[in-house]
């Protein structure tokens, strides 16, 4: 699977919107790209996927660049509880595995 | 409906000794998966059952890990013998069988921590 370049860290306030940007300059046209997100102390959690158009589900909406060589996972309104470590994933259409790198740790300060 | 649960939440070894970890997935979910981030690493993919059969086992590290899924319900993943390398959080995640256009998301447990001493 291709590899995503996501900023360690970011920071926002509670209720403004947050953008966690992704890198994937070598991704392929049968890759999907998947948005996991860690909360403390709990295992991995799907927040959303898309593979060339923008996606939205309750939990966030996904922003693909046209080139698909990037990607945005946008929450609308941070919560506290939006606190985690977030994954940005490249999956083959055919494949299983998720290969989770280092994430953005994204912390909601009140 | 239950989600994946993991057994024990967290294990105390010593060295040497012999640790089984299990996992039951949702139900009606015929894909399996355990994962496992050590110390100050990336959480790493072990291996991938459909039902009870072994579809990828590229991530197991070495052979003292063992995983089984016996009748294709729970999963035990078997570390024997446990070296303190093998500290860290092993999570095991299920889903749904796969037909065309569904997402396979992948659910995932808690995690049963490790600790080797």
């Known amino acids: 699977d291709a590899k995503t370049t996501q900023p360690n860290s970011m920071e926002s306030n509670e209720e403004e919107p947050v953008h966690l940007p992704c890198n994937h300059s070598t991704i392929s046209g049968t890759d999907y790209i998947h948005w996991y997100r860690q909360l403390p102390s709990q295992g991995p959690e799907y927040v959303i996927h898309?593979?060339?158009s923008n996606v939205n589900n309750r939990m966030a909406s996904l922003a693909i660049a046209e080139d698909r060589k990037s990607s945005t996972l946008i929450l609308h309104r941070a919560t506290l509880r939006d606190a985690a470590v977030y994954y940005c994933?490249?999956?083959?259409?055919?494949?299983?595995?998720?290969?989770f790198g280092k994430g953005t740790s994204l912390l909601v300060t009140p | 409906e239950a989600g994946v649960t993991q057994f024990p939440s967290h294990s105390v070894i010593e060295k040497g000794q012999t640790v089984t970890l299990r996992c039951d997935p949702i139900?009606?979910?015929?894909?399996l998966y355990w994962y496992r981030r050590v110390m100050g690493k990336e959480i790493k993919f072990l291996l991938h059952?459909?039902?009870?059969?072994?579809?990828?086992e590229s991530g197991m590290p070495n052979n003292r890990f063992l995983a089984e899924r016996t009748g294709g319900t729970y999963s035990t993943l078997k570390v024997q013998p446990a070296e303190l390398e093998d500290s860290g959080v092993y999570f095991c995640?299920?889903?749904?069988?796969?037909?065309?256009?569904?997402?396979?998301?992948?659910?995932f447990g808690a995690g049963t921590r490790l600790s080797v001493l």
């Open positions: 139900s009606g979910h015929d894909n």
């Open positions: 995640a299920s889903s749904q069988p796969v037909v065309a256009g569904t997402k396979n998301i992948q659910y």
């Open positions: 994933i490249l999956r083959d259409v055919a494949g299983y595995a998720l290969n």
């Open positions: 898309g593979l060339t």
């Open positions: 059952f459909v039902k009870e059969s072994k579809q990828d």
